[in-house]
Every structure is written in structure tokens, then in C-alpha cells.
């Protein structure tokens, strides 16, 4: 049984940060691409970023310089460390598993919230 379980939500002042954590269960890892997507109340669920087995990552325009997405393939975990947050970045925020060829996965996702 394949889980995503996300953590490391929460509020957060903006200009703060938050880390979030995903931790895959069920699948091989390595071989994944992991990402983080976001959905803001009333829109669509957009690509945050994402990293591939090997490290190569990518980012959605609005969050570069900002976000940084990293990989621990022991520990089956993916991360999202988020800075110089802005109330845009006010989201759900969910985490990817997807390999060409077969279903992806989502985890429940995680509530970031970035007030004042």
C-alpha cells in the first residue's frame, strides 16, 4: 500500500518560514520523481516543484529564489523549505509521487497558511 504523509504545516507570519516534509511509504523511491503541488482555495491545484531521482529540480516561476525542494533517498522523504513567505503562498499543499509509465500518488496534504 502505497502512503504519502505529509507534515510541517501550519501559520506562519509572512516573511517567515516553514519546512515541509513528505515521507513515501510503498514505493521505490529512488525511482520516483517527487513534487509539491499547491491548491489555493477557489483555484486550481498548481506545480509548486519538483526533483527527480537523480537531484535535477524545477520550479514553478513564482516561488524560485524562495522554495528550495531537496531529496533524502535513505529515509524515503522529500522536502520543501519555504522562505520569505507571502500570503499568496496560502495553500494546501500536497505532496507527488509520479513515474512514467504508471499512477502517480498524493498524499492528504498539509495546510500552509502565511498571515499576519
Known amino acids: 500500500q502505497v502512503q504519502l504523509v505529509e507534515s510541517g504545516g501550519g501559520l506562519v507570519q509572512p516573511g517567515g518560514s516553514l519546512r515541509l516534509s513528505c515521507l513515501a511509504s510503498?514505493?521505490?523511491?529512488?525511482?520516483?520523481?517527487m513534487g509539491w503541488y499547491r491548491q489555493a482555495s477557489g483555484k486550481q491545484r498548481e506545480l509548486v516543484a519538483r526533483?527527480?531521482?537523480?537531484?535535477?529540480?524545477n520550479y514553478a516561476e513564482l516561488v524560485k529564489g524562495r522554495f528550495t525542494i531537496s531529496r533524502d533517498n535513505a529515509k524515503n522523504t522529500v522536502y520543501l523549505q519555504m522562505n520569505s513567505l507571502k500570503p499568496e503562498d496560502t495553500a494546501v499543499y500536497y505532496c507527488?509521487?509520479?513515474?512514467?509509465?504508471?499512477?502517480?500518488?498524493w498524499g492528504q496534504g498539509t495546510q500552509v497558511t502565511v498571515s499576519s
Open positions: 510503498g514505493i521505490l523511491f529512488s525511482f520516483y520523481d
Open positions: 507527488n509521487a509520479a513515474i512514467l509509465g504508471a499512477k502517480d500518488y
Open positions: 526533483i527527480g531521482g537523480s537531484g535535477v529540480t
